[in-house]
């Protein structure tokens, strides 16, 4: 990635971010996290998630939502060669339900990932948890928990990273690039 393109905006380090959102969560839902499921947006929602569900140490399984079929501008962008089904190991009805994503931006990708869930039952609660809130909402979308706000411009964009850690491939770290 060519780093001279990237905006000189202070970026916080995604681990503490997760760790903010993990004790925001523990506030929020007290014993009541025990029992809730963590479902992450694929690609970036997954990979917080999955740092999230380890730092909780949820012990109920996680699931990833595939939103390709639901996105609406999918008549425009097609679909993807290789979309992966998406993976709910448990019940979602009557169930406590942590929806997680990297960025919220428009709240297109909320609004399908909800109508994806409501397509496989009725959760009793969905709470938003994001890494990144841009505040550029077109949806009428908020989370309820937030990593870190960020504004840019419209046109600019927050990516997450996965980076394979050099010496040791168990302990991989994220990071956050604005274009």
């Given at each position: 990635?060519?780093?001279?393109?990237?905006?000189?905006?202070?970026?916080?380090?995604?681990?503490?971010?997760?760790?903010?959102?993990?004790?925001?969560?523990?506030?929020?839902?007290?014993?009541?996290?025990?029992d809730a499921c963590i479902i992450g947006v694929h690609t970036g929602?997954?990979?917080?998630?999955?740092?999230?569900?380890?730092?909780?140490?949820?012990?109920?399984?996680?699931?990833?939502?595939?939103?390709?079929?639901?996105?609406?501008?999918?008549?425009?962008?097609?679909?993807?060669?290789?979309?992966?089904?998406?993976?709910?190991?448990?019940?979602?009805?009557?169930?406590?339900?942590?929806?997680?994503?990297?960025?919220?931006?428009?709240?297109?990708?909320?609004?399908?990932?909800?109508?994806?869930?409501?397509?496989?039952?009725?959760?009793?609660?969905?709470?938003?948890?994001?890494?990144?809130d841009r505040n550029s909402h077109e949806l009428p979308i908020q989370?309820?928990i937030i990593g870190t706000q960020i504004n840019v411009e419209y046109?600019?964009?927050?990516?997450?990273?996965?980076?394979?850690?050099?010496?040791?491939?168990?302990?991989?770290?994220?990071?956050?690039?604005?274009?």
């Open positions: 990635m060519d780093r001279d393109n990237r905006s000189q905006i202070e970026i916080p380090a995604v681990s503490g971010l997760i760790s903010s959102m993990a004790e925001q969560l523990r506030n929020q839902l007290g014993e009541r996290l025990t929602g997954t990979w917080v998630a999955q740092d999230l569900h380890r730092e909780l140490q949820n012990m109920n399984p996680l699931g990833e939502l595939n939103i390709s079929f639901y996105r609406d501008d999918f008549t425009q962008i097609g679909l993807h060669p290789q979309v992966t089904p998406s993976h709910l190991p448990f019940e979602v009805d009557e169930q406590l339900i942590i929806l997680v994503d990297d960025v919220l931006f428009t709240g297109r990708t909320i609004r399908a990932a909800l109508n994806e869930i409501f397509d496989y039952g009725r959760p009793e609660q969905v709470i938003l948890a994001v890494l990144v989370a309820d046109a600019q964009q927050i990516k997450l990273c996965k980076i394979a850690h050099e010496t040791n491939s168990d302990h991989d770290y994220m990071e956050l690039t604005v274009k």
